[in-house]
């Protein structure tokens, strides 16, 4: 039997940051208005997952440094 999954992460519900809450926590915690002229920005080049929202980066998708670590665009 296969274990209940994420459907924004899909992650499995026991290790989704999403699911257990800690996604919302943090970006409950971090607030980030800055304006996008001044943040560091590009395209991603790889595929990797937003460590704000746990939201999947696919390659291509603008991404933001706005804190020395780099954020999908949503969460810029």
Same mark, same amino acid.
């Given at each position: 039997?296969?274990?209940?999954?994420?459907? #924004?992460?899909?992650?499995?519900?026991?290790?989704c940051?999403?699911?257990?809450?800690?996604?919302?926590?943090?970006?409950?915690?971090?607030?980030?208005?800055?304006?996008?002229?001044?943040?560091?920005?590009?395209?991603?080049?790889?595929?990797?997952?937003?460590p704000?929202?746990?939201?999947?980066?696919?390659?291509?998708?603008?991404?933001? #440094?706005?804190?020395?670590?780099?954020?999908?665009?949503?969460?810029?």
């Amino acid at each position: 039997m296969s274990e209940e999954r994420c459907e #924004r992460t899909d992650l499995p519900v026991s290790m989704c940051a999403h699911c257990l809450g800690h996604a919302d926590v943090i970006a409950q915690a971090e607030p980030r208005y800055y304006p996008t002229e001044s943040v560091p920005q590009t395209t991603a080049q790889f595929e990797s997952r937003c460590p704000y929202c746990d939201g999947t980066i696919f390659p291509g998708d603008l991404i933001y #440094r706005p804190q020395g670590i780099w954020v999908c665009e949503e969460c810029s």
